[in-house]
């Protein structure tokens, strides 16, 4: 995040950035919601019910029916909170789940807001690393190894390693956590944008996980800041009291804009192909400079690379160098140690949401850079 800071003051003063750092779509709002936002500009667009316009919660419910193994119950649009992003659902999911003092598992390396928002909260986050032995995926095994714990945060794809769990390793996480009665909140924000196949969803498995999603990945939406919450029945009133509490809703124009993106499919669709083709290039550029110790691509829109021959091996740490790529080179990347705190060190994370020309630029630049 302090890249993303240093990046934007770098391009301020007027210099060139390639931006492998940021973890959002270059495209904008689909055609289709752009469309709708307009007409609906002179309607009062005042506030909407706590956990969201009908017409979006039906469609969401939908869509995770459609996207469920074939004959399974439809899911009720009851069970639809639309919230202000991604970031709000984890709030709210926190805050429903779990009392301070408790033990929340983090997967590192994983996104940081997990972990900050749970101490935030004064719930203790219990890193649980993971590596290429499993193909940087929780086991069950991984959990026995982090003793008791109240719940459990998991990604798939993941950011940043863009590692998908199977539906076999999804069911053998659910199964442990039944078991031992762990709370699951799954992150399935970057559903849609995957290398080959689907991501399998959580709830197949895990029926009372809370699942956050986001129109923000593969809607690219990311300003727009809505997303929702599928949650089990006897939640759904003690997150909408907190959500009335906390956000009273999400914005509506972004509601009417999501409702509209639904609708957008093939243009989302030339998006998730134009990310595959970054995909190949990036990885095929990385590898002629060397970097080809990497987490399984599976998924999202990152590269998670394994890098001690530019960090460790010559006296640097990921943010190191990093901060040096970016004065430099004018490449932006994201350190490691964002993600992981014990072993980021050695690690960048890639992003190939952005421009491929950046992209080429960028593994051009690396290959000239000399310590």
């Not at 509601?255 to 669709?269: C, G, I, K, P």
């Not at 992003?351 to 020309?357: Q, V």
Request: glycine fraction near 10%; proline fraction near 7%; charged fraction near 15%.
């Amino acid at each position: 995040m302090a890249m993303n800071r240093a990046a934007g003051a770098r391009e301020a003063a007027g210099h060139r950035v390639m931006h492998l750092e940021v973890g959002q779509p270059a495209t904008g709002l689909p055609d289709t919601a752009r469309r709708a936002v307009i007409g609906a500009l002179d309607t009062p667009l005042g506030y909407t019910n706590a956990t969201g316009v009908p017409e979006l919660r039906e469609r969401l419910a939908d869509r995770h029916t459609a996207l469920g193994p074939p004959g399974a119950r439809p899911l009720d649009p009851s069970r639809i909170v639309v919230v202000a992003g991604a970031s709000a659902g984890f709030s709210l999911a926190f805050l429903t789940l779990f009392e301070p003092g408790q033990r929340v598992g983090v997967i590192e390396p994983g996104y940081p807001c997990y972990r900050n928002t749970l101490i935030a909260l004064g719930i203790e986050a219990v890193p649980i690393p993971v590596g290429p032995e499993s193909r940087w995926a929780p086991t069950a095994q991984h959990l026995s190894n982090a003793g008791h714990l109240d719940g459990l945060v998991l990604a798939s794809p993941s950011n940043p390693t863009g590692t998908i769990l199977s539906a076999n390793a999804l069911a053998e996480v659910a199964g442990y956590c039944a078991d031992h009665d762990i709370a699951i909140v799954a992150d399935e924000i970057y559903h849609g944008i995957v290398d080959d196949g689907i991501a399998a969803p959580m709830l197949e498995h895990a029926p009372d996980a809370i699942v956050i999603n986001s129109f923000s990945k593969y809607f690219s939406m990311t300003g727009w800041r809505v997303g929702w919450m599928v949650v089990p029945d006897h939640l759904v009133d003690v997150v909408e009291r907190l959500q009335q509490n906390m956000y009273i809703c999400a914005p509506h124009v972004s509601q009417v804009a999501a409702l509209a993106a639904l609708d957008a499919t093939n243009e989302l669709e030339g998006h998730v192909a134009r990310y595959r083709v970054n995909r190949r290039v990036l990885l095929s550029g990385l590898g002629a400079v060397g970097i080809t110790d990497i987490a399984p691509a599976d998924g999202a829109f990152y590269i998670y690379a394994h890098v001690p021959q530019f960090t460790t091996d010559i006296g640097l740490s990921s943010m190191d160098l990093c901060q040096r790529w970016l004065d430099e080179l004018g490449v932006a990347c994201t350190p490691g140690i964002d993600f992981d705190l014990a072993r980021g060190h050695e690690y960048i994370r890639f992003s190939y949401a952005g421009e491929a020309s950046d992209l080429d630029e960028a593994c051009s630049a690396i290959a000239s850079w000399t310590p």
